[in-house]
């Protein structure tokens, strides 16, 4: 039956375009090609060809908005083949049209594929169900594109600013793809810093929103008001998928959450930093300690996570936090409380790294409050391994 169409409409075309010639001749074919149908399995080919052809402004519009119809009704297993050519497609200009399509089209695929209900807060019962695919398919998916996308913006450094440019504008409504994909970009030097700035950015709006919210009687009995999406969840979201294929964000995710807790943790320095935890706290401290406390809780929360799911980050993990802990900062007690937790909620996972706990270093000046939850630290650590040892110990005779 496609061969059928293919061939109507070529006979069709010659028959439109047999009064033209020269360039007029190729402005009339590219038109009747953006016109007719396309096979599903040609048409990435019909891109290829598209792609070397020398198009000017009014062309080239039309062949992107033809491939955007055709990209949001192709299969899952498909779109990575035509991501790569409309990249490359995108060298030839319209760079900003063509990154908003192929992000609009993986931020539906994300809201498609939400199975869980507390990935995507605003979506319906029927709207999580819908979904027509497996989330690990989509995360395999998504990480070649991801790949075609950090590989993209290494050859072509305007392509590169410019989505970060498009990102930008989304940060108070990103998607797990979204997310990933700036951390994915946070590998390349030349765009880390400026990937961190958007993603700090959309966290520090997301905390202060909800602060706003939590604030507010009214507000927050606003029920069908549109929520923005949580950079929690979505942080959260990618934690999860990365260990079904996203590999390559985990060393981006410490980045950044390390990042965000430095610089939140110093904003909340000399209020219970731990993070507002109940109206009395929030009233007595500022809006801009309240969001930075909420900020710091996040980042321990994600950090835990990461360190609890990622044996290859744990070294680093550690290493950052005794190294925040070796200077007079103001944020070392988050540090400090930090290590406690991990100490206490993952303490087999840290049995290697125990000589790093117990020993002493000669540069630690810390301040008597840092000194002391440090020791409660390491002391919560030695218990915790102990009683492990000796449940060890005592079960090992009876098997």
């Not at 979204?178 to 400026?194: F, T």
Request: net charge neutral; aromatic share 6%.
């Amino acid at each position: 039956m496609d061969r059928v169409s293919v061939k109507r409409g070529r006979q069709q075309g010659v028959s439109r375009t047999s009064d033209y010639a020269g360039e007029e001749y190729r402005a009339a074919v590219i038109e009747e090609l953006c016109r007719l149908e396309w096979p599903k399995s040609l048409v990435v080919p019909i891109c290829t060809v598209l792609r070397d052809l020398h198009l000017d402004e009014a062309q080239l519009k039309v062949v992107v908005s033809r491939i955007a119809k055709e990209a949001r009704s192709m299969e899952l297993q498909e779109l990575p083949p035509l991501v790569y050519q409309m990249l490359l497609l995108s060298t030839h200009g319209h760079r900003t049209q063509i990154l908003r399509i192929i992000l609009s089209v993986f931020t539906e695929l994300d809201e498609r594929c939400s199975i869980a209900l507390g990935d995507n807060a605003r979506m319906s019962q029927d709207e999580v169900t819908e979904s027509t695919f497996e989330e690990s398919e989509l995360v395999q998916v998504e990480g070649i594109v991801m790949l075609h996308f950090e590989f993209a913006v290494k050859q072509d450094m305007a392509l590169g600013q410019e989505l970060l440019r498009v990102l930008k504008l989304r940060v108070c409504d990103l998607a797990p793809f979204e997310a990933a994909l700036l951390l994915s970009l946070s590998r390349v030097p030349r765009y880390e810093s400026k990937a961190m700035d958007v993603l700090r950015k959309a966290a520090e709006q997301d905390f202060a929103h909800q602060c706003k919210v939590t604030s507010s009687t009214w507000i927050s009995g606003l029920t069908e008001m549109k929520r923005p999406s949580s950079i929690e969840q979505v942080m959260r979201v990618v934690l999860r998928r990365s260990g079904k294929g996203w590999d390559h964000v985990v060393p981006g995710m410490v980045s950044f959450t390390f990042h965000l807790l430095e610089t939140q943790a110093r904003k909340c320095s000399g209020a219970e930093w731990s993070g507002p935890a109940g109206g009395q706290q929030a009233a007595a401290s500022s809006f801009a300690k309240l969001v930075a406390g909420t900020a710091v809780k996040c980042s321990l929360g994600l950090i835990l996570h990461t360190f609890r799911q990622h044996e290859a980050v744990r070294e680093d993990v550690l290493g950052q936090i005794f190294a925040h802990v070796l200077t007079r900062d103001e944020a070392v007690p988050c540090f400090i409380s930090l290590l406690s937790r991990i100490a206490s909620r993952c303490s087999r996972d840290v049995m290697a790294f125990l000589p790093k706990v117990s020993l002493p270093h000669p540069h630690w000046i810390v301040s008597s409050r840092s000194l002391i939850l440090f020791c409660v630290s390491a002391c919560a650590l030695l218990v915790c391994l102990s009683v492990c040892l000796s449940v060890c110990l005592r079960a090992g005779p009876n098997r």
